[in-house]
């Protein structure tokens, strides 16, 4: 059931329920490859520190993608158009949306994200911000198959800044273009930034900032873990890795164990070897034609591109 605290904001919560969560991460734990999804990032301090990670100087996806929506924000909203549905994937801060909205003048905006103390507060905030937009925060896992919890006649275009495109495998990815091409139909629209493919060391030092921001962004899962499955991480006892891997287009993040050591999830024991990693978070990066492909086989017919002076980073529009 929706909740409103005033006229233009409602929220919902429809995120899986928490036995569900949990199995997962003990089943992730148990492979050979031990994992952790990335969205186990997002509790309210991890969406935190991701914000602290967007603004050191050796991460330029923010600063790149920010700069291309203020230069491009009219052209980008006359392509999607006035009063459709503006449905944001990951909303996090809904910093960049606040960008478009004034050009954009959506009927209504619905940010989507697994965080539920971070979404409502800032949907709260954009909500007394833009008094004149209708708000509809969603706290689900956009990750999994879902329906909005509310409907509404207006033409549906998706929202997905920050690349975080690229925290999926390429099949997952084209995947959930197929997802969010259902999602928006036939008269929708998805704007969609994507991390290009560039330098190494470029990438590598985005991931391994100098002041260890992205390192407790990485470790902070641990103790998400520990607080929202009763589990008893010690994060001092692993360390944190991320490296550009080129045949496979990613950078790859890991926690490294430091020593032989147990640990309990809600009565299940995990072992680790010394030296034995958890990955935590792919980032791929896409050539521009790869992203093309993936989103022609997903349904998505037209596009538009923007990209910065170095093609570092590029925004897509797909209809």
Known sequence: MPVSNQSSLFFYDINTVLEDTQKE??????????????????DE???????EITRQPEYYLTRTETLLLREYADEMADLMGENCLLIEYGSGSSEKIRILLESLRPRAYAPLDISKEYLGAAAGALASEF??????????DFTEDFELPFTMDARRVAFFPGSSIGNFGRAEARAFLGRARRLVGDEGGMLIGVDLKKDNAVLNAAYNDN???????????????????DADFDPKNFTHSAVYEPEKGCVAMYLTSLLAQNVQ???????F??????????S???????????ALDAGFTQHRFWTDINNWFGIFYLS
């Not at 999830?265 to 072992?271: L, P, V």
């Not at 070897?273 to 792919?282: L, P, S």
């Open 211 to 229: 002041n260890g921001i992205t390192e407790k962004f990485n470790l902070h899962v641990l103790t998400h873990l520990n607080e929202k499955f």
């Open 131 to 140: 008094p004149w937009l209708e708000v509809h925060a969603t706290c689900l």
């Open 265 to 271: 999830i809600d009565g299940t024991s995990i072992s």
């Open 284 to 294: 791929h990066k896409y050539a521009k034609e790869e992203f093309l492909d993936m």
């Open 25 to 42: 991460v003990t089943l992730g734990l148990q492979r050979p490859q031990k994992m952790i999804s990335p969205k186990f990032f997002y």
């Open 273 to 282: 070897e010394a030296g034995e990693k958890i990955h935590t978070e792919n």
């Open 45 to 51: 301090m991890g969406s935190k520190l991701f914000m």
